[in-house]
T-cell receptor, first 114, second 114 residues
Framework: GQQVMQIPQYQHVQEGEDFTTYCNSS?????IQWYKQRPGGHPVFLIQ?????EVKKQKRLTFQFGEAKKNSSLHITATQTTDVGTYFC??????????????FGKGTLLTVNP | DAGVTQSPTHLIKTRGQQVTLRCSPI?????VSWYQQVLGQGPQFIFQ???????GRGNFPDRFSARQFPNYSSELNVNALLLGDSALYLC?????????????FGPGTRLTVL
C-alpha cells in the first residue's frame, strides 16, 4: 500500500540556521498536506500543495511539491525557537469512489538551540 | 469560534475493558476522522465519517468501531483493550469529505491501558 516516508527523523539546529525536511511517497499523490505538532500538542495544518512543481511560501517557510507529485519538502529559513516541533507530511490514498484515508509520515522532530 | 473538542482528556483502563471516546467537530464541519498516534509516530488513520456514514477505514481490528450522530459529533469505541492500544487518540474535522480538505485536529484523548 501507499507509504509516506520522511527524512530526517530528527534535526537539531542552532537558532538562525536553516532546516529542511523531505517527504517521499511510493505512489503519485493528488495533493500533499503539511502539519506541525508542538510538543504535547496536536497537529496543526500548515499548507496544502496540489499542482506538480508547486512552490508556496509562508514567511520563513517554503514548501515544494515535486514534478512527479511523489515528493515534497519543507524548508525553514533562519530557524527560531518557536519553530520547535514535529513536522508531518500527509497524503491521501483513495480507497474507493470519493472515499480516502490520509496517510501521515513519521514526521521530523525539529529542536532549536537558542 | 470553538475548535474541535474531545473528551475525556485522559483515560486509564485495564486490559480487556472497553472505552468510548467522544468528539465534537467545528460547527459546520460534516466530516470527522479518527487517528491513533503512538509516541514518536505520525497519526495513523482509523476511520472517517461523513454525513453519518463510514467513508474510510484504516488497518485496525474490528475491536475498533465508530459512529457519527445527526449533529455530526462522533464516538470511537474500542473493545477488549490491549496494552498496545495505549496512545493519543485524535479526532479531526473537515468541511468536506474529499481528499483536498484541511484537517482540524482536536487536543486528543490520552489513553493508557494497564
Amino acid at each position: 500500500g501507499q507509504q509516506v516516508m520522511q527524512i530526517p527523523q530528527y534535526q537539531h539546529v542552532q537558532e538562525g540556521e536553516d532546516f529542511t525536511t523531505y517527504c517521499n511517497s511510493s505512489t503519485t499523490l493528488s495533493n500533499i498536506q503539511w502539519y506541525k505538532q508542538r510538543p504535547g500538542g496536536h497537529p496543526v495544518f500548515l499548507i496544502q500543495l496540489v499542482k506538480s512543481g508547486e512552490v508556496k511560501k509562508q514567511k520563513r517557510l517554503t514548501f515544494q511539491f515535486g514534478e512527479a507529485k511523489k515528493n515534497s519538502s519543507l524548508h525553514i529559513t533562519a530557524t527560531q525557537t518557536t519553530d520547535v516541533g514535529t513536522y508531518f507530511c500527509a497524503g491521501p490514498r483513495v480507497v474507493g469512489g470519493s472515499n480516502y484515508k490520509l496517510t501521515f509520515g513519521k514526521g521530523t522532530l525539529l529542536t532549536v538551540n537558542p | 469560534d470553538a475548535g474541535v473538542t474531545q473528551s475525556p482528556t485522559h483515560l486509564i483502563k485495564t486490559r480487556g475493558q472497553q472505552v468510548t471516546l467522544r468528539c465534537s467537530p467545528i460547527s459546520g464541519h460534516k466530516s470527522v476522522s479518527w487517528y491513533q498516534q503512538v509516541l514518536g509516530q505520525g497519526p495513523q488513520f482509523i476511520f472517517q465519517y461523513y454525513e453519518k456514514e463510514e467513508r474510510g477505514r484504516g488497518n485496525f481490528p474490528d475491536r475498533f468501531s465508530a459512529r457519527q450522530f445527526p449533529n455530526y459529533s462522533s464516538e470511537l469505541n474500542v473493545n477488549a483493550l490491549l496494552l498496545g492500544d495505549s496512545a493519543l487518540y485524535l479526532c479531526a474535522s473537515s468541511l468536506g469529505q474529499g481528499a483536498y480538505n484541511e484537517q482540524f485536529f482536536g487536543p486528543g484523548t490520552r489513553l493508557t491501558v494497564l
